[in-house]
Nanobody, 125 residues
Framework: QVQLVESGGGSVQAGGSLRLSCAAS????????IGWFRQAPGKAREGVAL????????DYANSVKGRFTLTQDNAKNMVYLHMNNLSPADTAMYYC??????????????????RGQGTQVTVSS
């Protein structure tokens, strides 16, 4: 069992930055996949960023490539989502999710076994 707790959300103006944090109850290294997905009101869930194969690979949604960066600190059991050049389209609830399955990178992040309660990001124009 892995418990995930997100923090770092808030309100920011367009062009601003935020860093989301995900604290895991166990060594993040034990999850083959750990990442973030988001959901805005009335919109479908969207996988945002993923790190997998024990940190050897990362993957990003096209909508955030070049603006978001996912990093992992195994010593602290933490995963961070660094978000730059934010736009109102990034407004959503952001969730951290993890899965131990060997092939979890082939599944949607929002279907992963473990997920947190989410942290709200609001970007104003």
């Amino acid at each position: 069992q892995v418990q995930l707790v997100e923090s770092g959300g808030g309100s920011v103006q367009a062009g601003g930055s935020l860093r989301l944090s995900c604290a895991a109850s166990r060594n993040t290294y034990s999850a083959n996949c750990i990442g973030w997905f988001r959901q805005a009101p009335g919109k479908a869930r969207e996988g945002v960023a993923l790190i997998y194969n024990t940190g050897d690979n990362t993957d990003y949604a096209n909508s955030v490539k070049g603006r978001f960066t996912l990093t992992q600190d195994n010593a602290k059991n933490m995963v961070y989502l660094h978000m730059n050049n934010l736009s109102p389209a990034d407004t959503a609830m952001y969730y951290c999710a993890a899965d131990p399955d060997r092939w979890c990178q082939n599944r949607p992040i929002y279907d992963y076994t473990y997920r947190g309660q989410g942290t709200q990001v609001t970007v104003s124009s």
